[in-house]
């Protein structure tokens, strides 16, 4: 086993925000503060929260025939926002899957919550008509890894593959080990980062914990799929693909709280990154209302970033969960200079974390 | 190592039931199965205790009762105890349907707060990550039913690269009726026993429990002085890209499944003494894996023992690639193929060694061990004794 000397780097963007799906959507309403953020529709929730909605923001008209020709019989949000994810993430990077190249391109996703909406469907049938009239359809769609499932077998690459849940941290982790993968010579491109999507049991089973906004804090729901694609440096020459940024470092931790977390997985990042705090002009944080998470990205920017510029996404396109991290590497290459640096922050309140540090 | 299943909830125990041939399966009682295919199931016969260690207030669910007693196991194996501070340590666990039991409580009260909060993939990382007090990478992979192996493989990425010095890898999961439900819809659940190879073959059976091994540098465990069992050569991880739940029945997904891990490893695929496949017993997934492994083998296929263990334990879900790790290496230790179950009439399409009802004495240095799951996804592991790669592993 050697790890590869060559960098890896990034050669596509695909962001299914609910402010903008592709990058001069997100762009656009980025720059113009566009909030997706109002009063959750659509969903047949508990009678209580029916009654005063909470807050969150939706893909709103979002239909995967946009971006994909192919037809669906039935695909849960989490897989459809994916699939619309990559595929504006492997045009952007002019990604060919070829008989050539096919054993050589994978996919890394992070679910945080993976597809509640179809196992609840699934799970809703069983319990009132019995195991003998389950749905074998939608059974296929309930487990977490169908949606990297699908992406493999839409576009026919056989190489890497795999799902990782790490609650809020997922698209970053996911991020982190196709990165692994590069290095160590299990893939030349993998289309990396996650999906998640709002639904019925995911905004009654985080009202039940307490943690949906409330006038005094608290979480704004998202949803949506970020993606990038990371190249070996090697590869993405080889093949003249234009490289938008480079992955510097990256780190994952775990600590007791959200802040022990990020500090740890912070100082590790920037060591594999071989940077300095001060070497970094953007920092894209992880801010998204709960208030460990909110204290432990603020308490980190007053410490080592008082010098950067500190953008917090969620504040418009809600806790987007294992989407966040691809979403937030496409809004910091959007807004860096040539040679410039950005540190991108992901925490999860059981006090998992990761950091990826990106340059343009 | 640590291990619960249905063989029994010691590492020691495990390795009796495997390798003198007994079966672990039995009908289920625990939830209404006359809807299903079949009750016959792989089920933990006693729930193990809960390791003192454990916070008083984590969730009391069945599948984080057997990962928390194996990885006591395993900790315990080589002198670990928590808090795992003297080096940086890590957690990758598997689990295919996370937790069931919490899944139909928050079904039938979404007000439950609690259960849902226990019902995420993670749940038994941030357990095991908060009662031990870990500090490096933790999350959770999942690759249906190849995500046992996929974990140690994805642990032992994050040691070569430096990431993690030690890992807590392996997978759980525990039969519950809505995933049961399911696999007995899609028609995977046999409706007679599970006969891997078998021309009677006639689909799977599914089990429960977890495995868990602590998984270090190699200079870490050295200068801790523990006892080495087994090391990591290479692993592959992939995809079929064919079907979501039909079979690749030209194998060529699982074949290159194979060959990255062969080739990850670094070693000629004529040094593997024996393969423990994944043999579930299914119409087409043992014929192609059959192929898989002849593709990438050769003529070598021919020589050495190939076995499945689903027969003593069914197909344990995201426990299942673990346990077939602590199966090869148990092989490894005792130079012991262990059976399959329940052949008694092969297939002539899986024409190899397939080693029935009775496990075969084979002189085993170096083990592939495969892996795959709906959805398409494969995993495969390359395992030896310690210290071949540097006493042989460049040696013709």
Not at chain 1, 294 to 305: G, K
Request: net charge negative.
């Amino acid at each position: 086993m050697s790890v590869r000397p060559d960098p890896v780097v990034i050669t596509g963007l695909g962001p299914v925000s609910p402010i903008g799906v592709g990058i001069e959507e997100l762009q656009a309403a980025f720059a113009g503060r566009e909030s997706a953020v109002r009063p959750i529709e659509g969903l047949e929730l508990p009678e209580a929260l029916a009654a005063d909605p909470p807050l969150g923001a939706q893909l709103v008209d979002f239909r995967l025939s946009d971006y994909l020709a192919s037809e669906k019989t039935y695909l849960d949000n989490v897989s459809a926002y994916l699939l619309a994810a990559c595929a504006l993430a492997k045009e952007h990077a002019g990604l060919a899957v070829t008989p050539e190249t096919r054993t050589r391109i994978g996919g890394s996703f992070g679910a945080a919550y993976g597809p509640l909406a179809s196992a609840h469907t699934f799970n809703a049938r069983v319990a009132a008509k019995g195991a003998r009239l389950a749905n074998p359809l939608i059974f296929g769609h309930t487990y977490i890894n169908t949606a990297a499932s699908l992406v493999a077998i839409e576009w026919g690459f056989t190489g890497y593959n795999c799902i990782v849940s790490s609650g809020l941290t997922s698209g970053l982790t996911a991020i982190c080990q196709a990165a692994d993968a590069i290095r160590l010579d299990h893939a030349d491109a993998v289309l990396c980062g996650g999906s998640d999507a709002i639904s019925a049991p995911l905004v009654a089973g985080l009202a039940a914990e307490g943690r949906l906004a409330d006038g005094h804090g608290g979480l704004l729901v998202g949803e949506g799929a970020g993606v990038i694609v990371l190249e070996s440096g090697v590869a993405a020459a080889a093949r003249g693909a234009a490289v938008l940024g480079t992955l510097l470092g990256y780190a994952t931790a775990t600590g007791q709280t959200p802040g022990a977390g990020l500090r740890a997985a912070h100082g590790r990042a920037l060591v594999a990154a071989g940077i300095d705090a001060a070497d970094a002009s953007l920092v894209v944080s992880c801010a998204n209302g709960i208030a460990a998470i909110d204290s432990a990205a603020a308490a980190l920017c007053d410490c080592e970033y008082r010098h950067a510029e500190v953008i917090a996404p969620k504040a418009l396109q809600g806790e987007t969960f294992a989407a966040a991290a691809g979403i937030d590497v496409a809004l910091a290459l959007l807004r860096l200079g040539p040679g410039e640096r950005a540190v991108v922050l992901s925490a999860d309140w059981q006090g998992g974390a990761g950091v990826l540090v990106v340059s343009r | 190592m640590g291990v619960v299943s249905c063989l029994g909830n010691t590492v020691e125990e495990f390795a009796e039931a495997l390798f003198e041939g007994r079966s672990g399966l039995c009908p289920i009682d625990r939830f209404d199965a006359s809807g299903l295919r079949n009750a016959l199931m792989g089920v933990v016969r006693q729930l193990p205790d809960r390791p003192a260690w454990l916070a008083a207030d984590a969730p009391r669910y069945r599948d984080l009762a057997y990962l928390a007693s194996a990885t006591d196991q395993a900790l315990g194996a080589v002198g670990l105890a928590p808090p795992l501070t003297d080096a940086l340590t890590g957690c990758v666990l598997s689990t295919n349907f996370a937790c069931g039991e919490a899944i139909a409580e928050t079904e039938a009260d979404p007000t439950g707060g609690a259960a849902f909060a226990s019902s995420r993939f993670d749940t038994g990382v941030a357990m095991l990550a908060r009662a031990l007090e870990l500090s490096g990478p933790s999350q959770c992979v999942s690759v249906s039913c190849a995500s046992g192996t996929a974990a140690i493989g994805v642990a032992c990425d994050l040691i070569r690269l430096g990431r993690a010095e030690r890992v807590i890898a392996g997978g759980y999961d525990a039969l519950a009726l809505s995933s049961q439900a399911g696999l007995s819809c899609l028609r995977t659940i046999s409706t007679d026993t599970v006969r891997p190879f078998d021309v009677n073959r006639s689909q799977t059976i599914f089990g429960e429990g977890a495995c868990i091994f602590v998984l270090e540098d190699l200079s870490l465990a050295e200068s801790r002085g523990v006892p080495i069992r087994a090391e990591i050569l290479g692993h592959g991880l992939n995809n079929n890209a064919y079907h979501l739940t039909a079979p690749d029945k030209e194998g060529e997904g699982i074949t290159e499944g194979v060959r990255m891990a062969v080739r990850d490893a670094g070693i000629d695929p004529s040094r593997i003494d024996y393969v423990n496949a994944h043999g579930t017993g299914t119409e087409y997934h043992d014929v192609t894996e059959v192929k898989a492994i002849k593709n990438v083998l050769g003529t070598r296929a021919y020589e050495i023992p190939v076995s499945s263990t689903k027969g003593a334990m069914g197909h344990t879900m995201g426990a299942a690639g673990s346990m077939e790790i602590l199966a090869s290496v148990l092989a490894i230790e005792r130079d012991e193929a262990p059976p399959t179950l329940n052949l008694s009439d092969p297939d002539p399409e899986c024409d190899l060694d397939h080693v029935p009802l009775q496990s075969k004495p084979a002189p085993i240095d170096v083990v592939l061990s495969n892996s795959a799951g709906i959805g398409g996804g494969n995993a495969s592991i390359v395992l030896a004794a310690p210290g071949w790669m540097d006493r042989k592993g460049g040696a013709a």
